[in-house]
């Protein structure tokens, strides 16, 4: 009975964890990111893709990793969490340039991975 109770409360603990501590998979996300993000973003994601060349404000390059938004407004710009409000509800909901498109169709495992992805490609 007392073990059976231990499991449960853990698992009480596991599905009440954030969204944003769900850590994503990089290389899943990479899939997507080739699909969506490369024409403005690049291949590498310096913000140097084809069609971001003619964008104003350019693209955002992934490998400085800085990010300005606080989109859940916790004092922290920058987060999982406001990478993955970006992804899904595209900047222009935080501020941001209108020209970053919201990828609200993605599942939120999709949008971990993305976030997984971008934060693999800060040097």
């Known amino acids: 009975m007392i073990r059976q109770l231990g499991t449960f409360a853990a698992a009480l603990v596991l ?20 699909t969506l993000c490369v024409t403005c973003h690049g291949p590498a994601g310096k913000g140097d893709g084809p069609a971001g060349a003619a964008l104003d404000p350019k693209p955002r390059d992934f490998s400085v990793g800085d990010f300005k938004y606080d989109t859940d407004k916790d004092g922290k710009p920058g987060t999982d969490a406001d990478l993955a409000n970006i992804v899904k509800n595209g900047a ?30 800060k040097k």
Request: proline share 6%; aromatic share 8%; glycine share 12%.
């Open 15 to 34: 599905a009440a964890l954030p969204f944003a501590a769900q850590a994503g998979d990089a290389a899943a996300g990479k899939t997507t990111v080739e």
């Open 92 to 121: 222009g909901a935080y501020g941001g340039s209108p020209l970053m498109a919201p990828w609200g169709h993605l599942s939120d495992a999709d949008i971990q991975n993305v976030v997984a992805y971008v934060r693999s490609l």
